[in-house]
């Protein structure tokens, strides 16, 4: 049955909230509200750019946070707590339940974010006292980052279905890092002579998952328009990626004898 | 061991995630064609202050500063080739990764040459002499950076006061060639001239490591020798001129008159040629380039 | 043929060990079995004996090496399998931070019930296994008992046909113990099939149809707890009394025992024509001949001992 993998979701976005881990927006919340009165005080031209930068950044870390520390331990916990047996006893199928998982994490983290835009939006009009139209951008940036998130969530999942979560944390941030440095990566192979380095560079930068192409937080804090068509292409990537980080993490764990 | 075939998404995910793999290339070059042309209007958007990037590199400035000197390069060798001359943003780049990393050596030096000529460059031999200055006074014992002041002022600026005393610090740094005594003292007696230009640019192609200044310095000295030769042949021709009332056609000629021995050849191979007013030229098909700039013979 | 509940044929799991995975450890060998529809059928043996590995075998948890199984004749790959069944792992782990209504509802999801049916059913069971007072309390607060209470409730709460229990009993009072076996006892009565695996012996001798013996990860025996311990050697108890001044004959000496005046020998049955004769030669005055019944515990004892035996003489021949 298709309705599965939410049963799973709702739980896991349930188990999220009695976590109390929605209580990083107080947090977030703070920064921005200081952020909002200092910028005020200050005033030399720059006020609705620190506030998009820094609340576009702070949405952008909070959420990898999350993303990866909530997701090493999606899979690792249940396995290890056992919580697995009595419902791998129902009529679900593993790859139902990783499908779940994800989709669980995936809504925390986009009710997190919605509220933190709140948050800034408000912080914005504080500042500005209106809206512009080229403020739809941010929109447009926190979507990116929202794709990013799909992306890195699916990558700690995958990690956690086989490794313990200090070794998932660190696999799924050392990828993080190389991907946001995958066009270095490519840069290097360019300024090369040897061949042989051309080659590996070029294959690392198509397969590491690149995660350069969400960042448009300079464009959206500029006003700067986002096309559309890479609006499309970043969507497109996302779920591809996600899909074979997904596809991998649902053969892992079908075959995995559980302890 | 037969456990495996209990899994039928193992062989699913064999065959879906290649299939994936290549669909998300496929996007990849989409969006980098995409970004392309977003960065292109974006470019002032690169954290352009070197001290703001130290601090925000929590710690990781060298490695940061290599990666803008590798930005650096690749900014320059995919600018190059087209017809869109404008390397605005290589002083700042440099600059950066020089404040990330001060002791960046092949940025200061390719920076010397490439900020400063105006071909195949930034064309600001002005950013280029305070990007060297940077670097001598993060890096006083380097004899190569030292050196470049020498040539910014000498070659791109024609300020043979300055390139002297510049070219005398050098000679003092303890290991220095004898090479940059010689230079100053002829540049300070004589200024500009072809024999100096050859021996300043002989001496960047013989110590450079960066293959870019080493192709330039090539360029260079051939152009030098094409300039010298055509010098010579100019001269022939107005004696030919004299004896025969007007100017040569072709090199054959001064041949036949046997003021010359053979076909002169430029440094590509090609002969040189007259042009109608009886100067001599190079071939249109030759590579070999004249820098103008340069400082011709008094 | 009847329909079975559970066929399990050849079951084998074996266990890499050794970090090159060289060294194999064979957790269960060969399991043939076959437990009728309806039947109570307790699976018995120590601990480490293979009787989780089974059950974690039959759920999907782990993957066999060898062999099949089937309940209700249906391969226990297809998932379709599970809609029939419950199970109550040892030592239940659920999800703390949900009360015991959620945790019955959130599994009660899976089986698709319509949203007024799925809550009455989590209100009966919560009811059937006493836990009403505490249903909105969070698991984490709940005691070893408690949490076994809500572990049967969310393995019977979908009427399953077949009902997995693994050890049931443990971790609870005298008044638990009997609430369980009321529930097992219900369960039958509805038709339902029950397996459920213990060490306790008295509660299997109480109430299973048949008990299946595991021992180091081999099937020892399967049957009625009244038969399976006659399938054993019978023993013969002799009671006399010995005139003064007789002596015994060394061997018999050692299979008896004083009491008293009195003296109890034990013989195997073959011996005991045999030995009577002795005793006549002795002239001792039998006072009483019968079969010794072993308990379902001394049989158990023995059948571990044996086995040990049996592998220690493996060991010392391979070596």
């Not at chain 1, 941030?173 to 990566?185: E, K, N, P, V």
């Not at chain 3, 040892?90 to 931070?97: A, K, L, N, R």
């Not at chain 3, 693994?166 to 009072?173: T, Y």
């Not at chain 3, 609430?179 to 099939?193: A, C, F, M, P, S």
Request: charged fraction near 20%; glycine fraction near 8%; charge should be neutral.
């Amino acid at each position: 049955m298709s309705a599965m993998p939410g049963v799973v979701a709702v739980n896991t976005f349930r188990e999220a909230v009695r976590d109390r881990v929605l209580y990083n927006l107080v947090f977030f919340a703070l920064m921005m509200i200081g952020a909002a009165i200092l910028v005020g005080q200050i005033s030399i031209g720059i006020d609705r750019l620190v506030i998009v930068n820094l609340g576009l950044s702070a949405i952008s870390a909070f959420g990898l946070v999350m993303a990866i520390f909530i997701g090493v331990g999606l899979i690792y916990k249940e396995m290890e707590k056992r919580t697995l047996y009595s419902l791998l006893s129902k009529p679900i199928r593993r790859w139902q339940f990783i499908v779940g998982k994800y989709a669980g994490l995936l809504l925390t983290l986009f009710v997190n974010t919605c509220l933190m835009t709140i948050g800034v939006a408000i912080a914005l009009l504080y500042v500005s006292r209106s809206f512009e139209r080229s403020d739809v951008y941010i929109l447009v940036a926190v979507y990116f980052i929202l794709l990013k998130l799909a992306i890195v969530t699916a990558l700690a999942l995958f990690f956690s279905c086989f490794s313990t979560p200090m070794l998932s944390t660190l696999f799924t941030i050392g990828i993080y890092l190389a991907g946001m440095f995958s066009t270095d990566f490519l840069n290097i192979g360019m300024v090369t002579q040897n061949p042989a380095v051309k080659a590996i560079t070029r294959i690392l930068y198509y397969v590491l998952p690149n995660f350069h192409n969400f960042d448009v937080i300079g464009q959206a804090s500029h006003g700067f328009a986002i096309p559309l068509q890479l609006i499309a292409q970043n969507t497109l990537y996302a779920l591809l990626y996600s899909a074979i980080l997904l596809v991998g993490a649902a053969a892992v764990f079908s075959g995995r004898n559980l302890k | 061991m037969s456990e495996r075939h209990r899994n039928p998404l193992a062989w699913v995910s064999a065959i879906i995630v290649p299939v994936l793999l290549v669909c998300v290339v496929a996007v990849q070059r989409g969006i980098d064609s995409q970004r392309n042309i977003l960065e292109k209007q974006s470019d002032e958007l690169l954290i352009q202050s070197g001290p703001l990037l130290k601090r925000l590199s929590l710690g990781y400035d060298a490695l940061l500063g290599d990666i803008y000197w590798t930005r650096a390069v690749q900014y320059y060798g995919a600018k190059l080739p087209t017809s869109d001359r404008d390397f605005h943003l290589l002083a700042p780049l440099l600059d950066v990764a020089t404040t990330l990393d001060p002791n960046l050596i092949p940025a200061y030096h390719f920076g010397a040459f490439f900020l400063s000529e105006k071909q195949g460059g930034a064309g600001r031999p002005d950013l280029a002499v305070d990007l060297v200055k940077k670097g001598i006074a993060a890096n006083p014992n380097n004899t190569q950076i030292s050196a470049d002041l020498g040539f910014l002022y000498y070659m791109r600026l024609k300020d043979y006061e300055k390139a002297a005393a510049a070219y005398l610090e050098t000679s003092k740094i303890p290991g220095a060639s004898q090479l940059f005594k010689v230079l100053a003292a002829r540049i300070a007696s004589k200024g500009g001239a072809l024999d100096i230009s050859r021996m300043i640019w002989s001496e960047v192609y013989e110590t450079t490591r960066d293959e870019q200044v080493k192709k330039r310095a090539l360029e260079a000295l051939k152009g030098l020798k094409a300039q010298s030769d055509e010098m010579q042949l100019d001269q022939l021709a107005d004696d030919y001129h004299a004896r025969f009332g007007r100017y040569p056609q072709s090199t054959r000629e001064l041949v036949d008159a046997a003021m010359i021995k053979g076909i002169p050849l430029d440094p590509d191979g090609f002969p040189y040629v007259f042009g109608a007013d009886g100067k001599s030229q190079l071939d249109p098909k030759s590579t070999v380039t004249i820098d103008p700039g340069a400082p011709a013979p008094k | 043929m009847t329909s079975a509940a559970i066929e399990i044929d050849g079951l084998t799991k074996d266990y890499a060990l050794g970090f090159w995975r060289k060294r194999m450890r064979r957790s269960l060998d060969n399991l043939s079995l076959r437990v009728e529809d309806g039947e109570i059928f307790g699976f018995l043996g120590p601990n480490g004996a293979g009787k989780t590995t089974t059950l974690k075998l039959l759920m999907g948890l782990i993957f066999p090496t060898a062999g099949t199984a089937r309940i209700r004749d249906k391969s226990i790959d297809d998932v379709n399998m599970h809609r029939e069944i419950g199970f109550l792992p040892e030592q239940p782990y659920f999800y703390d931070y949900l009360t015991a209504r959620e945790l019955l509802d959130y599994y009660a999801r899976f089986f698709g019930f319509a949203s007024a049916d799925r809550r009455e059913r989590v209100a009966r069971f919560l009811e059937r296994v006493g836990l009403t007072a505490a249903a909105d309390v969070q698991l984490r607060k709940f005691s070893k008992g408690m949490l076994q209470r809500a572990g049967i409730a969310q393995a019977i709460l979908h009427d399953p046909k077949v009902v997995f229990l693994d050890e049931p009993m443990s971790g609870l009072d005298p008044i638990g113990r009997r609430e369980v076996r009321d529930i097992i006892l219900d369960l039958k009565n509805q038709g339902r099939t029950v397996f459920f695996s213990t060490h306790i012996l008295s509660d299997a001798e109480m109430l299973c149809d048949r008990v299946a013996v595991l021992v180091d990860g081999k099937l020892q025996g399967v049957g009625a707890p009244g038969e399976i311990v006659s399938m054993d050697v019978v023993t013969m108890e002799i009671l006399f009394e010995l005139k003064e001044g007789c002596l015994l004959p060394q061997d018999l000496a050692l299979a008896t025992k004083k009491t008293g005046a009195h003296y109890r020998a034990e013989v195997p049955e073959a011996q005991l024509y045999a030995t009577l004769e002795k005793l006549r030669g002795c002239d001792a005055r039998i006072l009483s001949v019968q079969p010794v019944r072993p308990s379902l515990e001394e049989y158990f004892l023995r059948m571990v001992n044996r086995e040990k035996a049996a592998s220690h003489a493996v060991e010392v021949l391979a070596r």
